[in-house]
């Protein structure tokens, strides 16, 4: 059976949030000469973080795959598929903000990254335990999720903020 799971909601709305807070006043402050320059650009820009954020993990009996979208490709972002025989172990490190990063090390000792910020995790990971074997304690979001429901509620508040100083 073939499952798919998205980058989690939490994960785009705040990125795309963020862009928004970010760069929604520029149109604004653009001098006339450049107001259709930056008209382009921040729509131009929306384009480009939503497809970014378009990223997706597929399995199925025989394999997992990651697949980026054109964009994220054309930045240097690979797709990539393994078997699950061929996944010998799940690889921990730490991160420098005191989480965790897995990877999938394959019996020819290539690296892939585990997506943590996909939707339905728990039952991602079940499938990666069923499908390998393979002990999954510890493998978790990579930050909590609070973490981008309170940035994407910031970067909307800030979006308001900026909507009413325009306004008035």
């Known amino acids: ?10 994960v785009k709305s705040s990125l795309i949030s963020l862009y928004l807070a970010l760069t ?5 402050i653009s001098s006339e000469d450049l107001k259709i320059l930056s008209i382009y650009s921040f729509v131009l820009g929306l384009l480009l973080i939503i497809n970014i954020t378009d990223d997706y993990v597929k399995t199925c009996d025989n394999k997992i795959s990651y697949k980026t979208s054109f964009i994220s490709k054309f930045l240097g ?3 990539w598929e393994i078997s699950w025989k061929d996944i010998k172990l799940i690889k921990s490190l730490p991160t420098s903000q005191g989480s965790k990063v897995h990877y999938f090390i394959s019996n020819k000792n290539e690296s892939f990254l585990v997506p943590q910020r996909v939707e339905n995790f728990e039952r991602f990971i079940s499938i990666v335990e069923d499908k ?3 002990n999954i304690d510890g493998l978790s979001y990579i930050s909590p ?6 940035l994407t509620y910031l970067s909307l508040f ?11």
Do not use: Q, S
Not at 145 to 150: A, D, N, P, R, S
């Open 1 to 10: 059976m073939i499952e798919k799971f998205k980058t989690l909601f939490f």
């Open 24 to 28: 929604i006043p520029i149109p604004f």
């Open 77 to 79: 972002k690979k797709n």
């Open 132 to 134: 390998t074997n393979l």
């Open 145 to 150: 999720l609070w973490t981008y429901k309170l």
């Open 158 to 168: 800030m979006i308001i903020g900026e909507i009413i100083a325009f306004t008035i």
